[in-house]
Protein backbone atom coordinates (compact mmCIF):
# COMPACT_ATOMS: atom_id res chain seq x y z
CA UNK A 1 0.00 0.00 0.00
CA UNK A 2 1.12 3.32 -1.14
CA UNK A 3 1.78 6.25 1.97
CA UNK A 4 0.89 8.97 0.04
CA UNK A 5 -2.78 9.53 -1.21
CA UNK A 6 -2.82 9.64 -5.41
CA UNK A 7 -4.67 12.89 -7.06
CA UNK A 8 -5.85 11.93 -10.10
CA UNK A 9 -8.38 13.51 -12.51
CA UNK A 10 -11.40 10.68 -12.96
CA UNK A 11 -12.77 7.34 -11.46
CA UNK A 12 -11.05 5.53 -14.76
CA UNK A 13 -7.47 6.73 -13.65
CA UNK A 14 -8.47 4.97 -10.08
CA UNK A 15 -9.31 1.97 -11.87
CA UNK A 16 -6.02 1.97 -13.73
CA UNK A 17 -3.95 2.68 -10.45
CA UNK A 18 -5.83 -0.13 -8.66
CA UNK A 19 -4.49 -2.47 -11.72
CA UNK A 20 -0.80 -1.92 -10.99
CA UNK A 21 -0.89 -1.18 -6.83
CA UNK A 22 -2.58 -0.56 -4.07
CA UNK A 23 -3.05 3.00 -3.35
CA UNK A 24 -5.69 5.28 -1.96
CA UNK A 25 -6.54 8.11 -4.70
CA UNK A 26 -8.65 11.73 -4.28
CA UNK A 27 -10.33 12.33 -7.98
CA UNK A 28 -10.38 15.97 -8.62
CA UNK A 29 -13.36 15.14 -11.53
CA UNK A 30 -11.60 17.73 -14.04
CA UNK A 31 -10.50 21.68 -13.34
CA UNK A 32 -13.82 22.41 -11.41
CA UNK A 33 -12.25 21.00 -7.79
CA UNK A 34 -15.58 21.40 -5.52
CA UNK A 35 -14.52 22.96 -2.23
CA UNK A 36 -15.37 19.42 -0.75
CA UNK A 37 -12.28 17.56 -2.47
CA UNK A 38 -10.25 20.56 -1.65
CA UNK A 39 -10.98 19.78 2.07
CA UNK A 40 -10.36 16.11 1.01
CA UNK A 41 -6.90 16.74 -0.45
CA UNK A 42 -5.68 19.35 2.27
CA UNK A 43 -6.63 16.67 4.74
CA UNK A 44 -4.70 13.59 3.26
CA UNK A 45 -1.60 16.18 2.25
CA UNK A 46 -1.28 17.04 5.77
CA UNK A 47 -1.98 12.96 7.56
CA UNK A 48 -0.07 11.60 4.40
CA UNK A 49 1.14 13.49 2.05
CA UNK A 50 0.03 13.46 -1.48
CA UNK A 51 1.34 12.47 -5.34
CA UNK A 52 -0.31 14.81 -8.07
CA UNK A 53 -0.67 12.30 -11.37
CA UNK A 54 -2.44 13.91 -13.73
CA UNK A 55 -2.94 13.24 -17.31
CA UNK A 56 -0.22 14.23 -19.87
CA UNK A 57 -2.23 16.98 -21.78
CA UNK A 58 -2.80 20.66 -21.09
CA UNK A 59 -6.06 20.36 -18.74
CA UNK A 60 -4.08 17.61 -17.15
CA UNK A 61 -0.94 20.69 -16.33
CA UNK A 62 -3.74 23.07 -15.43
CA UNK A 63 -4.86 20.96 -12.62
CA UNK A 64 -1.30 19.83 -11.65
CA UNK A 65 -0.14 23.91 -11.45
CA UNK A 66 -3.05 24.80 -9.38
CA UNK A 67 -2.67 21.83 -6.42
CA UNK A 68 1.27 22.59 -6.70
CA UNK A 69 0.66 26.32 -5.77
CA UNK A 70 -1.78 25.12 -3.24
CA UNK A 71 0.01 22.20 -1.86
CA UNK A 72 3.89 22.69 -2.70
CA UNK A 73 5.18 19.88 -0.87
CA UNK A 74 2.99 17.29 -3.20
CA UNK A 75 5.11 14.62 -4.65
CA UNK A 76 4.63 14.65 -8.57
CA UNK A 77 4.70 11.94 -10.54
CA UNK A 78 4.31 11.96 -14.64
CA UNK A 79 3.31 9.34 -16.81
CA UNK A 80 4.74 10.39 -20.49
CA UNK A 81 2.59 10.94 -23.26
CA UNK A 82 3.27 7.99 -25.61
CA UNK A 83 2.81 5.55 -22.48
CA UNK A 84 -0.49 7.10 -21.46
CA UNK A 85 -2.51 7.05 -25.34
CA UNK A 86 -4.56 4.32 -26.11
CA UNK A 87 -7.31 4.32 -28.47
CA UNK A 88 -6.89 7.85 -29.38
CA UNK A 89 -7.30 9.48 -26.14
CA UNK A 90 -4.43 10.59 -23.79
CA UNK A 91 -5.12 9.84 -20.09
CA UNK A 92 -3.93 8.02 -16.89
CA UNK A 93 -6.87 5.52 -17.56
CA UNK A 94 -4.88 5.09 -20.58
CA UNK A 95 -1.70 4.00 -19.28
CA UNK A 96 -0.54 0.05 -18.35
CA UNK A 97 0.42 -0.66 -15.11
CA UNK A 98 4.30 -1.06 -15.82
CA UNK A 99 3.59 3.19 -17.03
CA UNK A 100 2.17 3.64 -13.51
CA UNK A 101 4.93 1.98 -11.40
CA UNK A 102 7.75 3.41 -13.28
CA UNK A 103 6.09 7.16 -12.67
CA UNK A 104 5.91 6.16 -9.04
CA UNK A 105 9.28 5.27 -8.89
CA UNK A 106 10.43 8.58 -10.43
CA UNK A 107 8.03 11.16 -7.95
CA UNK A 108 9.84 14.51 -7.83
CA UNK A 109 9.08 17.05 -5.12
CA UNK A 110 9.62 21.20 -5.80
CA UNK A 111 12.46 22.32 -3.96
CA UNK A 112 12.01 25.67 -1.76
CA UNK A 113 15.04 26.88 -2.63
CA UNK A 114 15.52 26.48 -6.55
CA UNK A 115 18.89 26.10 -7.88
CA UNK A 116 20.10 27.99 -10.65
CA UNK A 117 22.14 24.39 -11.73
CA UNK A 118 20.26 24.91 -15.76
CA UNK A 119 20.07 27.55 -18.19
CA UNK A 120 18.65 27.77 -21.52
CA UNK A 121 22.11 27.29 -23.16
CA UNK A 122 21.96 23.44 -21.33
CA UNK A 123 19.13 23.12 -23.67
CA UNK A 124 19.82 24.74 -26.43
CA UNK A 125 23.37 22.25 -26.69
CA UNK A 126 21.80 19.16 -25.79
CA UNK A 127 19.13 19.41 -28.93
CA UNK A 128 16.11 20.30 -26.11
CA UNK A 129 15.38 23.84 -27.53
CA UNK A 130 15.53 25.96 -31.08
CA UNK A 131 15.44 22.67 -33.17
CA UNK A 132 12.81 20.57 -34.74
CA UNK A 133 13.69 17.48 -32.81
CA UNK A 134 13.83 19.52 -29.86
CA UNK A 135 9.84 18.46 -28.59
CA UNK A 136 10.39 14.74 -28.99
CA UNK A 137 13.82 14.92 -27.16
CA UNK A 138 12.49 16.95 -24.54
CA UNK A 139 9.67 14.03 -24.46
CA UNK A 140 12.18 11.35 -23.91
CA UNK A 141 14.19 12.83 -21.50
CA UNK A 142 11.82 14.28 -19.40
CA UNK A 143 10.32 10.55 -19.24
CA UNK A 144 13.87 9.48 -18.47
CA UNK A 145 14.40 12.12 -15.86
CA UNK A 146 11.01 11.60 -14.32
CA UNK A 147 9.86 15.25 -14.58
CA UNK A 148 6.94 14.99 -17.67
CA UNK A 149 6.98 16.57 -21.09
CA UNK A 150 7.02 20.64 -20.97
CA UNK A 151 8.09 23.49 -23.57
CA UNK A 152 11.36 24.59 -23.26
CA UNK A 153 11.05 26.98 -20.32
CA UNK A 154 8.65 24.89 -18.25
CA UNK A 155 11.31 22.21 -19.13
CA UNK A 156 13.77 24.25 -17.57
CA UNK A 157 12.09 25.21 -14.47
CA UNK A 158 11.61 21.13 -13.93
CA UNK A 159 15.05 20.78 -13.83
CA UNK A 160 15.97 23.67 -11.53
CA UNK A 161 12.85 23.10 -9.01
CA UNK A 162 12.93 18.97 -9.16
CA UNK A 163 16.24 18.76 -7.80
CA UNK A 164 17.57 17.01 -10.81
CA UNK A 165 21.57 17.31 -10.40
CA UNK A 166 24.01 17.62 -13.30
CA UNK A 167 25.04 14.18 -13.08
CA UNK A 168 21.56 12.79 -13.69
CA UNK A 169 20.58 15.14 -16.22
CA UNK A 170 24.08 13.85 -18.69
CA UNK A 171 23.47 10.40 -17.58
CA UNK A 172 20.02 10.59 -19.38
CA UNK A 173 20.76 12.79 -22.16
CA UNK A 174 23.41 9.86 -23.09
CA UNK A 175 20.63 7.34 -22.47
CA UNK A 176 18.62 8.97 -24.91
CA UNK A 177 21.26 9.77 -27.30
CA UNK A 178 22.37 13.03 -29.65
Avoid: C, W
Wanted: proline share 3%.
Amino acid sequence: MLKEVLVVEGKMDTVAIGKALEADTIETGGFTLAPHTLRQIEAAYNKRGIIILTDPDGAGERIRRYLTERFPEAGQAFIPKLLATAHNDVGVEQAQPEAILAALAKVRHHEYQPQDEFTMQDLYLHDLNGSARASARRDALGAELGIGYGNAKRFLQRLNHYGVTRSEFTAAVAKIGE
